[in-house]
């Protein structure tokens, strides 16, 4: 899953991007609204976090300009002031969460996670493929009861695979969503992190991961 975010605080941008990429998400960053802005017209992402207090325009417009737009994005917004008008102010302008500073990093990580279950094709936190189950909080990975360990990145392709299973996933999709914008696109990775999934969890028949040629890949029942 890729994310943006929207942080003018340099240090706690660096520590939010930090830990989000170790636990398995792509990161983009953005200084001030204008940026963001432009960030969301390039690229597709999954969930936004969004400071309010950033340089013009805030948080409450990039919001509002989000929506107007058509952009239906989830956004958790971030703010030090936890008065009742500006909660009301930035759910009005269209964000989906609202957390105020200082959080707990854990407490961020489970918003987040429950923002990408309200996105219309995700039900549960659990996903199942065929013998494959896939538990979204805790990125733990099972075949059957054999628990398979995977890197952050390996779980990271292997659930957005499992978010669109029965589709063919192109390379231009996977690298937006699963890598962040330092994504070389002539480079190999997305091959090289297919074949690693692949020797991990298709060790036995049944196959789940299908390479459709020159279209891309597929997570299959």
Not at 8 to 35: F, P, Q, T, W
Not at 36 to 62: H, R, S
Not at 133 to 159: C, M
Request: some cysteine.
């Amino acid at each position: 899953m890729r994310l943006l975010v929207v942080e003018d605080d340099a240090r706690l941008a660096d520590v939010l991007m930090r830990g989000l990429r170790e636990d398995g998400y792509a990161v983009d960053s953005a200084r001030d609204g204008k940026a963001a802005l432009y960030q969301l017209t390039i690229n597709n992402y999954d969930a936004v976090i969004l400071d309010v207090m950033i340089p013009p325009p805030d948080g409450f417009e990039v919001c509002r300009q989000m929506r107007t737009a058509g952009l239906s994005t989830p956004v958790l917004m971030l703010t030090a002031r936890d008065a009742l008008d500006d909660r009301v102010h930035g759910l009005d302008a269209g964000a989906d969460d609202y957390l105020v500073k200082p959080f707990a990093f854990e407490e961020l990580l489970a918003r987040i996670r429950a923002l990408m279950r309200r996105v219309p094709v995700v039900t549960a936190p659990t996903l199942h493929v065929g013998d494959l189950t896939i538990d979204t909080a805790s990125h733990r990975v099972f075949r059957e009861e054999n628990e398979i360990a995977l890197t952050s990145k390996e779980y990271a392709l292997l659930e957005y695979l499992a978010r669109n299973v029965g589709r063919v996933i192109s390379r231009e999709e996977i690298a937006e969503h699963v890598w962040d914008e330092n994504f070389d696109p002539f480079s190999n990775i997305i091959e090289v992190y297919v074949n690693r999934l692949r020797r991990k969890i298709d060790g036995v028949e049944p196959h789940h991961i299908v390479t459709r040629r020159n279209e891309g890949y597929m997570l299959r029942i």
